[in-house]
């Protein structure tokens, strides 16, 4: 089944201990998201790719990056993870960024950080 | 600003019976879109049923139905004949022009609990 993937479903890091977390999709879809979930609130938008073009949300602090390296994998990158950004992180894709145009989800990255 | 508001933070209901999940929306841009999203548990965002702007007609899936008003600027969502495995965080999201198509905003989520 197309689908999209996250990997680690669970990830623990130590503050300030770079951390990489990885998204794939088998649904060729040109868009990939990065969400932030912390407990008990609603998603928050940090970035998409537009196909290779990067687009960052202005609230998104300098700590988080992202790389596309090619259509199926996008990777979130926090460089220096502080006690505030332990979080759900979820990915998403969809096919182009018509406002009909769906996100699908991930299961989620849920990173501790110590 | 575009806002969702969802304003039951928790609902319980007995096995089998009709729930609505109440979702209200404000952006001045005429053309958006409405999602709702089932999250379990585990975590996943599985997304359930979507209603354009301009839709004629209030959009249905299978158990799920939504309960458009526009003048009132409501999206309701709708399950038939509810299940346990309905148990879970729904989402409320929309997206329009004017903050940027890629963007999807949540409301805060109602938990809803299916009680046998």
């Known amino acids: 089944d197309a689908m999209v993937i996250q990997n680690p479903r669970y990830q623990v890091t130590q503050f300030g201990k770079p951390v990489t977390l990885s998204c794939s999709q088998t649904l060729n879809h040109n868009v990939m998201y990065w969400y932030q979930q912390k407990s008990s609130q609603a998603p928050k938008l940090l970035f998409h790719y537009y196909d290779k073009d990067f687009n960052n949300e202005a609230d998104t602090p300098d700590n988080f990056q992202s790389r596309r390296p090619n259509t199926s994998f996008c990777f979130l990158d926090i460089r220096s993870p502080g006690l505030g950004d332990a979080a759900m992180y979820l990915c998403a894709t969809s096919r182009d960024i018509r406002l009909r145009d769906t996100q699908y989800f991930g299961p989620g990255t849920r990173l501790t950080v110590l | 600003a575009q806002k969702i508001t969802q304003t039951q933070p928790g609902m319980f209901v007995q096995e089998k019976e009709a729930v609505t999940l109440d979702c209200t929306y404000d952006t001045s841009d005429p053309s958006y879109g409405l999602f709702w999203y089932k999250q379990p548990s585990s975590g996943e965002m599985i997304f359930l049923i979507y209603q354009g702007s301009y839709d004629q007609q209030n959009a249905t899936e299978g158990r799920y139905s939504l309960n458009f008003q526009k003048a009132r600027k409501s999206a309701n969502l709708v399950i038939s004949a509810s299940q346990l495995g309905d148990s879970a965080m729904y989402f409320c999201?929309?997206?329009?022009?004017?903050?940027?198509?890629?963007?999807?905003?949540f409301g805060q989520g109602t938990r809803l609990t299916i009680n046998p």
């Open positions: 999201a929309m997206r329009d022009a004017i903050q940027g198509a890629q963007k999807l905003v």
